[in-house]
């Protein structure tokens, strides 16, 4: 074995490599690039060879709800990135490991995926909460994390190895204030609700709350609650007995569906804003048509201009029949991000000439160093991994007739 390559041997897998997984015409499997050439040691005459790309999301819990669509916005970038040629003619290849919903699961996920199966780097994880106990250990082993739904503060502070595609909260959340206040510029009284055992969401209330102060409103009552409650009577009939005009919820969806749902039942009839774990239509189904009308701050938008947000677009729709939702575009961004970057470090540096420790170091590097068009609009990162984005929205949900089905309408 070429000792060279030998710590690359175990990070470049070796499976069947079908036409139909990258395009690579007849002519470029009869004249490999160097990562097929007859020299590398990590494949055979019979079979090509794959990058493991780690992807660490919340699949079952309370959290499962909105992981669904990082996992369909990673598998998405997957297919479309292998299709364009991969890493100069090689395809990455999603490893899938579930952190369920504690911090436990996630550090037992980011400990198989950097010891077991040799990922090259990490999307992931789903919830804030987790990255702050799982990051640690990529940090540690120096392996290069991009959250693609952590928005808690001080997440990229964690190390050098951690960076993020999602917009912190506090650039985004105040805009959600800003379009209730457009909305009704007679608003004065405020109610908050927050699930209190979740890092994001604790955050994301302390933001909410300030910019509720500094638009001058009042906040006549803070209502705690746990992700995993389903019965919120005596929260809800509290703040309503204060007769608020506007309704702030810091909660995952499954929790916050139910929230909306309770409050709307109890006679509420004024306007609501869901942080960022509202933000997906899987809430519909569980306040269906008394989802109509909440506000939610976005990092995404199905509209914005690109070709590559109109590729994502279409083949999440022709897919799932409906707009992508911003945790999709996220989790693609995340992969895309590592595959832009890998594909770059390869042009300077044939990355099969590094040891996977030098690949993981390497291509980390070249991470912080790039821009990326992408779902999300033109993104590059700071020093430190914190995302540079430039563009957000607002949504209000209006759902259909049916009361089953609806959609993110953008305001203006």
């Not at 959340?173 to 206040?181: E, Q, S």
């Not at 957000?392 to 305001?411: H, P, R, T, V």
């Amino acid at each position: 074995m070429n000792n060279s390559f030998a710590s690359i041997a175990a990070t470049l897998v070796t499976f069947s490599l079908g036409l139909t997984a990258c395009n690579l015409s007849r002519s470029q499997l009869d004249n490999p690039p160097d990562f097929l050439n007859k020299n590398s040691p990590a494949v055979t005459s019979s079979s090509g060879t794959y990058i493991p790309l780690g992807a660490a999301f919340s699949q079952t819990s309370n959290y499962a709800l909105l992981a669904q669509e990082s996992v369909i916005g990673a598998q998405i970038a997957e297919k479309y990135f292998n299709d364009k040629g991969g890493i100069n003619g090689i395809p990455i290849k999603l490893v899938f490991q579930d952190t369920g919903g504690d911090e436990a699961g996630a550090i037992n996920a980011f400990q198989t995926l950097i010891n077991q199966d040799k990922v090259v780097g990490i999307v992931g994880p789903s919830a804030s909460q987790q990255a702050f106990s799982a990051d640690p250990i990529a940090e540690r082993a120096k392996v290069p994390v991009i959250g693609a739904s952590n928005t808690a503060p001080k997440i990229p502070e964690i190390g050098e190895y951690i960076a993020r595609v999602s917009a912190p909260v506090s650039l985004v959340a105040p805009n959600a204030i800003k379009a209730a206040l457009k909305l009704n510029p007679q608003l004065k009284k405020v109610a908050v609700f927050y699930a209190q055992n979740d890092a994001f969401t604790t955050s994301e209330t302390q933001i909410f709350q300030q910019s509720i102060k500094q638009q001058g409103l009042n906040i006549v009552t803070i209502q705690k609650f746990q992700t995993t409650d389903t019965d919120f009577q005596a929260q809800a009939g509290n703040a309503i007995n204060l007769q608020p005009e506007l309704i702030v919820i810091s909660g995952l969806a499954a929790d916050g569906g139910n929230l909306v749902r309770q409050l709307r039942e109890l006679g509420y009839k004024g306007l609501i804003i869901g942080g960022n774990g509202l933000n997906t239509s899987n809430i519909f189904s569980v306040c269906k048509k008394l989802c109509d009308g909440i506000i939610i701050a976005q990092a995404y938008s199905p509209e914005a201009p690109g070709a590559i947000n109109a590729a994502f677009r279409e083949a999440y729709v022709q897919q799932k029949k409906k707009e992508p939702p911003q945790f999709s575009a996220q989790a693609f961004t995340a992969v895309q991000v590592f595959v832009e970057a890998l594909k770059a470090l390869d042009s300077k540096t044939k990355i099969n000439h590094l040891s996977l420790n030098q690949l993981r170091t390497q291509l980390n590097q070249q991470i912080l160093a790039g821009k990326y068009n992408t779902p999300l609009g033109e993104i590059a990162f700071t020093p430190k991994g914190e995302v540079v984005q430039s563009q957000f929205y607002i949504a209000q949900i209006k759902m259909n007739a049916d009361g089953e089905n609806g959609q993110f309408s953008f305001l203006k």
